[in-house]
Nanobody
Framework: QVQLQESGPGLVKPSQTLTLTCTVS??????????YSWIRQPPGKGLEWMGV???????VYSPALKSRTSISRDTSKNHFTLQLRSVTPEDTAVYYC????????????WGQGTQVTVSS
């Protein structure tokens, strides 16, 4: 029943800001059972955790990305948003939004992912 869907541009120019939105259905992002994260996978590389937002709106970011990253939420629309500023070609990746179960990560749900290419 739980579904997550990413949306946003597939192509972004260097130095611009990437904005992606994750829409959640089948669960409320305001409950205290779940955290919501953004995770990305550059081509030929492993998964990279970017950050997380909890039901209270508190955020935690990867030290490598925190200076450029913001995660926010819109509870009325039940979605949360990633902003990644000053992008470079190294930010090219498949971006996933993920619902993390507080008690058992085996019950996590992933979106299908969206390809983002940074190129001039």
């Amino acid at each position: 029943q739980v579904q997550l869907q990413e949306s946003g541009p597939g192509l972004v120019k260097p130095s611009q800001t990437l904005t992606l939105t994750c829409t959640v259905s089948g669960a409320s992002i305001t409950t205290n059972y779940y955290y919501y994260s953004w995770i990305r996978q550059p081509p030929g590389k492993g998964l990279e955790w970017m950050g997380v937002i909890g039901h209270s709106g508190v955020t935690v970011y990867s030290p490598a990305l925190k200076s450029r990253t913001s995660i926010s939420r819109d509870t009325s629309k039940n979605h949360f948003t990633l902003q990644l500023r000053s992008v470079t070609p190294e930010d090219t990746a498949v971006y996933y939004c993920v619902q993390l179960d507080h008690e058992a990560h085996s019950n996590d749900y992933w979106g299908q992912g969206t390809q983002v290419t940074v190129s001039s």
